[in-house]
T-cell receptor, first 114, second 114 residues
Framework: GQNIDQPTEMTATEGAIVQINCTYQTSGFNGLFWYQQHAGEAPTFLSY????GLEEKGRFSSFLSRSKGYSYLLLKELQMKDSASYLC???????????????FGRGTSLIVHP | ETGVTQSPTHLIKTRGQQVTLRCSSQ?????VSWYQQALGQGPQFIFQ???????GRGNFPPRFSGLQFPNYSSELNVNALELDDSALYLC?????????????FGPGTRLTVL
C-alpha cells in the first residue's frame, strides 16, 4: 500500500504565504496531484507534478522531490476564500495493479483568518 | 464543455435497502472512477470503469457494484446498506491515455443511512 502524510490542520493570516507539505512512500511513483475541497463540495484540481521541480500557476505553486518522497503546495497572497481542505494524491502504478488511479491523503484543513 | 454531473444530490435510506447513484462524465472523457469520502477523510477509491469494463477496484465488498454505459455515464449500486455507508460519494471522470489522466470530480451525492 501507500503512506501519504499531510498535516491535519493549518492556520494562516489573510495576505500571507502558507506551505502545505505532503510526504509519501511508493514503489512505482507516477505523478502527484493537489486538489482543493471546500466544505460540502467536490475536490477541484489544482496541480500535477511528475518531474522534480516547481510548477507555478498564479497564486498557487507545487513542488516535487521524487528522491525524498516529498511535495508541497505553496499558496501566496492568501484570501479568505482559500479556507478549504487541500488533498495530496499520489499515483502508484505498482499499488494499483498498473492502473492510473491516485490514492488520496486525508487532507489538510487550512483556515485563513483576517 | 459540460462538467461532471451526479444525481441525486442528497439521499436518505434505511439499513438493508439498496441505492443507485448516477454520474455523467465530462465531455471528451472515457473513464469514470467512484470514490467514497467519509467526514474528515480523503476520498477512498471504490472502482474505475473504462470502455464499459471495470478497470480497477479498491478495498470495498462485492455489494458495491457499478456499470458504465456506451455514452461513458456510470452508475454505482450499493446493496444491503449499512450505517457505515453514510458518506459523500464522488464520481470523477478522466481521459485514459492523455498523459496525466487528471480526474475531474462531480459535486457528489450525500448518502445518509438510518
Amino acid at each position: 500500500g501507500q503512506n501519504i502524510d499531510q498535516p491535519t490542520e493549518m492556520t494562516a493570516t489573510e495576505g500571507a504565504i502558507v506551505q502545505i507539505n505532503c510526504t509519501y512512500q511508493t514503489s512505482g511513483f507516477n505523478g502527484l496531484f493537489w486538489y482543493q475541497q471546500h466544505a460540502g463540495e467536490a475536490p477541484t484540481f489544482l496541480s500535477y507534478n511528475v518531474l522534480d521541480g516547481l510548477e507555478e500557476k498564479g497564486r498557487f505553486s507545487s513542488f516535487l522531490s521524487r528522491s525524498k518522497g516529498y511535495s508541497y503546495l505553496l499558496l501566496k497572497e492568501l484570501q479568505m476564500k482559500d479556507s478549504a481542505s487541500y488533498l495530496c494524491a499520489v499515483r502508484d502504478l505498482h499499488a494499483s495493479g498498473g492502473s492510473y488511479i491516485p490514492t488520496f491523503g486525508r487532507g489538510t484543513s487550512l483556515i485563513v483568518h483576517p | 464543455e459540460t462538467g461532471v454531473t451526479q444525481s441525486p444530490t442528497h439521499l436518505i435510506k434505511t439499513r438493508g435497502q439498496q441505492v443507485t447513484l448516477r454520474c455523467s462524465s465530462q465531455s471528451g472523457h472515457n473513464t469514470v472512477s467512484w470514490y467514497q469520502q467519509a467526514l474528515g477523510q480523503g476520498p477512498q477509491f471504490i472502482f474505475q470503469y473504462y470502455r464499459e469494463e471495470e478497470n480497477g477496484r479498491g478495498n470495498f465488498p462485492p455489494r458495491f457494484s457499478g456499470l458504465q454505459f456506451p455514452n461513458y455515464s456510470s452508475e454505482l449500486n450499493v446493496n444491503a446498506l449499512e450505517l457505515d455507508d453514510s458518506a459523500l460519494y464522488l464520481c470523477a471522470s478522466s481521459s485514459l491515455g492523455d498523459g496525466t489522466d487528471t480526474q475531474y470530480f462531480g459535486p457528489g451525492t450525500r448518502l445518509t443511512v438510518l
